[in-house]
């Protein structure tokens, strides 16, 4: 099969392709050293075609129906002349390493509308709660049109933090039975949370769902604003009775509104490049150092020494480092 060049990448993604758009994604999360450069082409083409979508993160305790709940707002969204784009990380294994993607199966309603695209992506064990190269998902999205972008990651308890720094607004699941949730969770979690919102407030539960949001409410005010002033908001919603979902979507709004009247909008996103760039930088310098020739060489040998106790720990690591130090300096001279 032909490959295809960076400029057939380039239109597709231009023209709204979603097939050439998921081999696109597919590309740039590879980790072949044949595939960076062509990466790195189709992201420099693209990057000005980027930026002109609410980046909203979606993040809950486990049961909390994320999948459900982006699907019904996605369907609400596209319903209303919107372009959704669903960015879902699964949790890798830490035995195989594979993941099972199941988030478009999950959302089949969402998916088989055309204004919509979904992309799972596996965390690859990577904390966080999102895939590696999530920010240049974005941009892609971007570029073929989406004006909504979910990220959803893979789930409280498992490091979200990092997905601040990717969306502009986070909205955090839960259940009802708020005290108890509230003792389970990590304070850190909901001081990054935009909008707190208890699902399934539907049946029997209604009531219940009612309650608990009113205990959040009381929480979220001993915590200080998140976002330059924001007051982060508590609500109710029941994606199986599509109740919630609108008011939900004005908070957003309103969101997006309150923080461009106060030019701080592009300011975050100034903030998130920032951190990307950081973030490149520490994936260079990983990378770098265990694909050092050095370090691959005598790498399981120290691992084993430290491992039977003829090499501290501490011992073992800079040994590695003098190693990759000295391989480093040997090819500066060569070149």
């Not at 609410?54 to 709940?69: L, Q």
Request: glycine share 8%; aromatic share 8%.
């Amino acid at each position: 099969m032909r490959k295809k060049t960076v400029s057939e990448y380039i239109e597709g993604i231009k023209n709204g392709n979603r097939a050439l758009l998921a081999q696109t994604i597919t590309l740039i999360e590879s980790n072949a050293a044949k595939h960076r450069k062509k990466a790195e082409a189709i992201l420099k083409a693209i990057h000005h075609l980027s930026g002109n979508s609410i980046r909203i993160g979606v993040s809950g305790v486990p049961g909390a129906g994320k999948s459900t709940f982006i699907e019904t707002l996605g369907t609400y969204l596209c319903n209303n002349g919107y372009h959704v784009a669903v960015l879902a990380v699964d949790p890798s294994s830490t035995v195989s390493g594979g993941s099972i993607l199941g988030d478009k199966t999950r959302m089949s309603e969402l998916a088989r509308n055309k204004r919509a695209f979904i992309r799972p992506s596996p965390s690859g064990g990577k904390l966080g709660g999102v895939h590696y190269k999530t920010r240049e998902s974005i941009l892609l999205c971007e570029a073929a049109g989406y004006d909504v972008i979910f990220v959803e990651t893979v789930g409280v308890g498992q490091g979200e933090t990092e997905v601040r720094e990717l969306v502009d607004f986070f909205i955090l699941l839960v259940l009802t039975g708020g005290g108890d949730e509230l003792q389970q969770m990590k304070r850190g979690i909901l001081e990054l949370a935009d909008l707190l919102c208890v699902h399934k407030a539907d049946g029997n539960n209604k009531q219940q769902a009612l309650l608990t949001q009113k205990e959040y409410e009381l929480s979220l005010h001993l915590l200080h604003s998140n976002q330059d002033g924001w007051e982060p908001k508590a609500v109710s919603c029941s994606s199986l009775d599509n109740e919630g979902i609108e008011e939900i979507w004005d908070i957003i709004c309103e969101f997006k509104t309150y923080m461009k009247e106060r030019h701080l909008f592009y300011e975050n996103r100034m903030k998130q490049s920032n951190a990307w760039l950081e973030s490149l930088v520490r994936e260079y310098l990983w990378n770098s150092f265990y694909e050092n020739e050095e370090v691959k060489k005598y790498f399981y040998d120290i691992k084993t020494r430290t491992e039977h106790g003829s090499l501290t720990a501490l011992e073992g690591a800079y040994e590695l480092i003098h190693l990759y130090e000295k391989r480093t300096a040997k090819n500066e001279r060569c070149d």
